[in-house]
């Protein structure tokens, strides 16, 4: 989830607002840095002047950052990693985030160490060294970050998994903790109350992966008592926000004719979303629909090529699948080989949780 945190917009539009930002323009025009940052998160949050405007907004943090402003640089910086109204380019990106790094910005160090871990082996360990110090110095991003690095390298039964779990305590101990790192903390906690508290807690937050989540925790009663219509009403939420999971789960709904009308067609719609988020469960649902004709055409090589992008993620029920499809000949030819590579694919998965990061504007 992006946060635009930009100091002193509370609201869109309101007369005060309108007027402040016209002040803060002229004053940008002039060379005020502070001033371009302020117009900068504005266009980015498309507070005043109507919608988000990602081009303007690097426009002026670039004036700002181009004066010497750090939080500028910063953001500068993730226009150009992410492509948000600037030539994306982690190069340029780079730059932007050692200027802000240089004068100690945590944000800013957070994300060279980021870039760090993708490099080589000696950038890996300085990024490593450079996680740990600032994990060390109580910041909580920093904290959920590295958990999720030793979680991603070493799974639930690596022989740091401890340091995992401690860390994501921290990160959750936060005055102001976000909700990935709550639903982070749940996944790893291995207390199925505080879990639940945790979603509880996000989920509040109308975060939807955490709507998604404690509504498993109600349809199945995992640390709270089951009730299947709070599990549902949860559920739609998620959905409605565009939670992979969530629309998986209303999928599942559709198809079972479970609280709503039998309908395979919309349970296809449901997983078809899901899947095209990246969603390696809904892959697999809805590889099992083409490859059954349920609710779509029935295209086994089109089920194969589902289950295959699902496998590689990691999913081990996938895998299996696939492994079927190739001993069987289901939407392949039939294939020893690849039968027994997908099996020992099956045996090696993790299926670990990865929660996906963004940064957030200053």
């Known amino acids: 989830m992006l946060v635009w945190a930009a100091a002193g917009l509370q609201g869109a539009g309101e007369p005060a607002e309108a007027v402040e930002f016209e002040r803060r323009l002229a004053a940008a025009r002039s060379g005020d840095a502070e001033s371009a940052l302020y117009v900068g998160n ?33 953001n500068l910086g993730l226009c150009h990693e992410f492509g948000w ?20 910005l945590l944000p800013a160090r957070l994300r060279l160490a980021r870039f760090g871990l993708a490099g080589e082996a000696v950038d890996r360990a300085a990024a490593l060294n450079e996680l740990r110090e600032l994990a060390g110095q109580d910041y909580a991003p920093a904290q959920f970050e590295l958990a999720s690095h030793i979680l991603s390298v070493e799974g639930r039964k690596g022989e740091h998994f401890a340091e995992v779990v401690e860390l994501a305590r921290k990160a959750a ?47 199945f009663g995992l640390g709270r008592p089951v009730d299947r219509h709070r599990a549902f009403s949860l559920n739609s939420l998620a959905a409605d926000a565009g939670s992979a999971r969530g629309l998986t789960r209303m999928g599942q709904y559709w198809l079972e004719g479970d609280m709503v009308g039998h309908d395979p067609a919309r349970a296809a ?25 349920v609710g779509v055409e029935r295209l086994p090589v089109r089920a194969v090529g589902l289950y295959t992008e699902a ?7 996938a895998a299996l699948e696939l492994a079927r499809c190739y001993r069987d000949g289901v939407g392949v030819e039939k294939d020893p080989a690849g039968a027994e590579f997908w099996s020992k694919r099956a045996a090696e998965s993790r299926n670990d949780l990865i929660i996906p990061r963004s940064g957030g504007i200053l």
């Open 42 to 74: 504005a266009f980015m949050r498309g507070d005043v002047r109507g919608p988000q405007n990602a081009p303007l907004a690097a426009y002026w943090f670039g004036r700002a950052a181009a004066a010497g402003n750090h939080e500028a640089q910063y």
């Open 311 to 317: 496998a590689k993620s990691g999913n081990r029920a």
């Open 269 to 293: 719609a449901c997983f078809t979303a899901a899947a095209e988020m990246g969603y390696a469960p809904a892959r697999l649902k809805l590889g099992k629909l083409y490859e059954d004709g």
């Open 173 to 219: 101990r936060a005055a102001d903790p976000l909700p990935e790192h709550l639903l982070f903390l749940a996944d790893v906690t291995g207390d199925l109350n505080q879990a639940a508290a945790l979603l509880e807690q996000a989920a509040a937050m109308r975060f939807p992966d955490a709507q998604a989540r404690l509504a498993e925790v109600y349809e």
């Open 85 to 104: 109204g600037a030539v994306k380019s982690n190069e340029k990106a780079t730059e932007c985030y050692r200027l802000a790094a240089a004068a100690g």
